[in-house]
């Protein structure tokens, strides 16, 4: 397998955290900022767990894995907050 590095800053407005990729077998994301970034699948996802297009939480230094998915992940903070993502992406090689 080969892996692909990078770092992507996150506001308060949805924004693509990485692309999908059908060559994808796992995806480590981590959480190198101070503030709470959610993650979904597309770009309505919003800065709460608690309703229909709420995201999924990862916390400050918190680390988030995932195996054979190959869709987009999204992220957002919560209004006038930012953070930091950190992954890795592994594919077929």
């Known amino acids: 397998m080969a892996s692909t590095y990078n770092q992507v800053a996150m506001g308060d407005t949805a ?7 059908t060559d994808r077998r796992k995806l480590i994301l981590k959480n ?8 979904g699948n597309d770009n309505s996802v919003v800065d709460t ?4 297009n709420g995201g999924y ?6 680390t988030f894995y995932l195996n054979d998915y190959t869709g ?4 957002i903070c919560a209004s006038g ?10 594919v077929i090689a």
């Open 15 to 21: 924004a693509i955290v990485i692309a999908s990729n």
């Open 32 to 39: 190198t900022g101070s503030n709470i970034v959610y993650i």
């Open 49 to 52: 767990a608690n309703n229909a």
């Open 57 to 62: 939480p990862i916390a400050a230094t918190e």
């Open 72 to 75: 987009d992940i999204y992220g």
């Open 81 to 90: 907050l930012t953070s930091e993502i950190s992954l890795i992406e592994e």
